[in-house]
């Protein structure tokens, strides 16, 4: 396995509390991404296979890629990686990677076929919050979590990481969803806030559905129990976290909505049009493949919506800095800001005086919610919002009906149809 050039910018507290604008680069560009892709790539076979689930933990961690701050901002995409991934690698031998490139997927075209999951998700997280208002067992409780203070050694260091780097490794992840829901006791909805508010890869789907699966929610009757024995091993000693539950039946719920329709995707008119790039999509399609004369492009920054609460600087600054390099790459000397508010990108808009604006589909969540407001304002002054569905998706999202096996079995049929695409 390669050891990365670059590793994880661990703030010290002091240095959390400030201000991100002065914080150093972190490194959200696009060539960073590719740096990142390459140097893994040759470790996406098999030790991949072998290693991914041990975390040796910051900075010594090499086992997995840690490209998801890149994925999931699409300064890098799904088909980039696969076809690094199978430049070097068989596809059996790199059958593990590629298959959790398709978890997140999967879980993208899950949850864009039930909206309703993502609403309740927030409407449950927002009375969570209201409930840790009057009851003073929970607040301390969560107070602890939040702040790396339970006595559990592998929570606590695991809290501590996630907000002073904004990355956890994906087995972490999963023990720390465990503990929470478990142990603690604690409404699964605030520590998937927690996640959304630090995670640079935060994701409304692939949090969300995890924090469901680990629950027993999304694969309804099987919880994920962390035990004391399974952290001692994956985490190479480091760890030996005392009374856990590893008993707990898992959470009860409704069962998920059945799929809805998936988009379809327009495409743009011939027409002058502006640009309009989101943080879930920074690889806007390069403006000379598009048919339309492109006169201006905007980069809308949607993160607020992920959670009501503070966001970790690292989450914060790197989808700030990815829209930024977005910008730089697509508008070719452009220098325009990133917005975060509606209003001057129509005043934006307006100016430019188009009767057309092309953006790619934002999937549910915050940019959706920001793009379906924006598509409204436009309907009145008599601009139509255009929305492009990548192919990858539009190939992928139909398989991702009920489980990941339907997805998983599809696989090889989509790698094909991909190498098709690239003839
Ligand atoms: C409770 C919980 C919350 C999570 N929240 C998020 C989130 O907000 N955003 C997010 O991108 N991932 C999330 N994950 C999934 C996974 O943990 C991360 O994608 C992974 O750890 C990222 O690290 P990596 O890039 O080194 O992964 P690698 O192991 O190198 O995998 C390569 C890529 O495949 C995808 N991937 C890998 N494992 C998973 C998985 N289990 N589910 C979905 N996609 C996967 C990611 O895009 C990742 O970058 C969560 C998992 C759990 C258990």
Redesign the pocket.
Known sequence: MPTFPFHLRRLSPDRLNKEYDDLPELVATRETGLKRLAE?VDG?GEP?ARD?NTDFGDPARN??????????HRLVS?EE?IAAVLERHSPHAAEK?IQ????????KGWLEQRPQVWRDYEKSRDQAFAALETNRGLTKAYGEAVAGSTGIDAFDAFARELVETG?????A??W??SIWIFTLRLPWEL??DF??RH?M???????T???R??AGLHTRGKN?LATRENIRRYTDGRFDPKGLNEQAPPLDGPEPPKPSKLPEGERPAAIPSVLVIHDDDCLAPPVGDLPSKIVEIIAIDASAGRSRGEKGVHAAAFTRNALADAVALHGAGNTAAVENEIDPVLARIERAGVKQVIALHAPVGPANDVLNRLESELRRLEISLVRAIRTYDRDAWPHATKGFFAMKKAIPDLLALMVERSA
């Open positions: 893994f996406a991949y991914r086992t997995v890629s840690m490209l998801s701050p890149y994925i999931r799904e990686i990677f959790e490139v398709y978890w997140r997927t999967y879980f990355y956890l490794h994906n087995h992840r999963m720390f969803a520590g998937a996640f959304m995670l890869d935060g994701d409304p789907a692939s949090n559905l995890s924090w699966w680990v994920y």
